[in-house]
Each structure stands twice: as C-alpha cells, then as structure tokens.
C-alpha cells in the first residue's frame, strides 16, 4: 500500500441500526430546522453562520446539500470518513468574534461539538410526535450510533459525553450558560424573513412557483415556524426564549397523528431519500449475494460534489 493513501476512518453506524432507519426517513425533514435553530443559538456558531453561510442568498442549495452531507454520515459507507474529513476543511477558516465579544474558530471542540449534539434530543423529540417513542434500549442505542456519528465527523471521544447520563448534565449546562436568542435565531424563527422561491426541479414548475410564490410563503412560513419551534425540546425552547402555547401543542400532537398513520405505510420510494433508498438497496443485494455488510460505499450525487457543497457552514 503507498504510504500516501489516504487511512481508513471510524466506520459510520452499521446497517439495521436506529440511524439507519431514522436519517433517510423523509419525517427527518420536518425535524432539521429545529436542529438547526439549537445550533445557531449557540454565540459562536450563530456568529459563524452569520458571517460566513449562504443560507439567505441560496437557502435552497444550503438544504440540499447540508442534508445530504447528513446522508453520508450514516449511508455514505466508506464515504463517509471522507465528507467528515471535508467538512473539517472547509470550517478550518471559519473564525471571528461571536455574538458575546468573545473569539471563535469553528472547529474549537466545544463549538463543533455542540452542534453535534443537537442531533440527540431533536431525535427523541421528534420521535415523540412523529413515530412511537424509543424504548430505553433504542435510545442508548441511538446515543451510541450518534456518538459514532461524531467520530466520523472527526469529534474526540474526551470532547462528546460517553453516555447518556453523562450527556444530561452538559445538555443542561449549555442551555443554561451558553444558548441564547441569536441574531441567527430570530431570522430563522421569523415568518416574516424573506425567502427566495425554489430553484430546482424542472422549469415550468420553478416558473409556476416563482409567479405563485408571493401566496405560497406565508402559509410555509408559518407552518417552518410550527414545525420548528414545536419539534424543538421543551427545555431548549425554554433557554432561547421561544413562545409555545396549549394550542399550538394540541395541533403539533394532532399533525403527529396524521403523520404518524401515514409515512409508515408509504413504498420505500416514497418514504426515503435517494442516498439512503440507494444505500438500502445496495445492503439488500450484498446481503442475498452472500458479501459482507456493513461497508458498502454509496457514491454520492454530483450535488455534493459541488463547490461550496454539503454542510457549507449552516
């Protein structure tokens, strides 16, 4: 082997594990923003995200890709190593002051950190109102293969807690001493923020849409802010200082019905996204071909290969 080949990275989580299921599952979609907002409320990260994304000139683009970068944590096989390796790069020059006067770099541990580790309790919300709720042994299961995440994300084991009774306590230490309503924040949970109408699929519909657009967003807007707010732990709502109300709960358990009836019964075509439909398939066929699972590598869409692609600072 050259001694200039590139070393084999921690293995993303396994086939058939919790992540598998949930990260491809298009509900994942209505769980993201509330992930997001929990990022951005931390000085430092809403200071980079500030300064540095495109969410506002290409929040479109921004999605697409950041969600795909996701995919590959978890679907991307022996990619994945490699986009957490690239998303390293790419944060390495993101620095400043944050929002308290203080001087960030994006990769400090207990920045990068911290952003991975909204995925945990925006899961386990989500799953309250979207699917059936983790058993105690799915749950430590999920904190493992999120832990897992982390490492292909190139996080330290000594910069994450190791156990869900270790995670607690620094979850409640960050909400009580770092998280705040960013600048970040308040854009991001405004219905009123512009936003730009969708610039992909085919034309006539980008058209349509764009003519439509001015109707279309308020109702969207309002439904982001729902979906954002709601499918954010209480706790963390609490420290960032989001309203929620008993009718807009009973609403959020009532829209948690429907989807809770319908996504489990769509075709798998319809229910994941592309990355994890062909993950999944390409597990299947090596597990009736009699090859080892576990580390198939999925070749990315060209998206991710873009400039400025998945994960460019939120």
């Known amino acids: 082997m050259s001694s ?19 990260v491809g599952d298009i509900r994942v979609l209505l769980t993201l923003p509330a992930a997001l907002t929990m990022q951005v409320a931390h000085p430092a990260v809403g200071a980079g995200v500030d300064a540095y994304s495109v969410f506002r000139t290409d929040p479109w683009g921004r999605g697409e890709r950041s969600l795909r970068s996701m995919q590959l944590w978890v679907y991307g096989g022996a990619a994945a190593t490699e986009e957490g390796r690239r998303l390293r790069r790419m944060h390495r020059t993101i620095r400043g002051t944050d929002t308290r006067g203080r001087p960030y770099q994006a990769l400090a541990p207990a920045t990068f950190s911290w952003v991975h580790a909204t995925g945990f309790p925006v899961f386990l919300q ?21 832990l897992q995440v982390g490492r292909v994300l190139g996080i330290a084991d000594r910069d994450m807690p190791q156990t869900i009774e270790e995670f ?26 512009p936003v730009p109408p969708p610039d992909r699929g085919p034309r006539p519909l980008r058209s349509l849409l764009r003519l439509l657009w001015p109707v279309l967003l308020p109702p969207l807007a309002r439904f982001r802010h729902f979906v954002t707010v709601g499918l954010m732990p209480p706790e963390a709502r609490q420290a960032i200082g989001l309203e929620w109300t008993d009718s807009q709960e009973r609403a959020l358990r009532r829209f948690g019905r ?4 319908v996504v489990p019964v769509l075709p798998e075509r319809v229910r994941y996204l ?4 062909a993950a ?13 699972a576990g580390r198939e590598s999925v070749t990315p869409p060209d998206v991710t290969r873009r400039p400025g692609g998945p994960g460019r600072s939120a």
């Open 126 to 146: 989500g799953r309250k109102y979207l699917g059936r709720p983790y058993t105690d042994a799915q749950e430590r299961q999920l904190y493992a293969e999120w």
């Open 274 to 277: 592309p990355l994890a439909r």
């Open 280 to 292: 999944r398939a390409a597990h299947r066929a090596a597990m009736s071909g009699g090859a080892p």
């Open 4 to 22: 200039r080949t590139t070393p084999a990275g921690p293995p993303p989580p396994p086939p058939g594990g919790v992540l598998w299921s949930e």
């Open 258 to 261: 429907c989807v809770r009836a």
């Open 168 to 193: 607690w306590p620094y979850y409640r230490k960050m909400l009580a001493d770092e998280i705040e309503a960013t600048p970040v924040v308040r854009e991001l949970t405004d219905p009123g923020s």
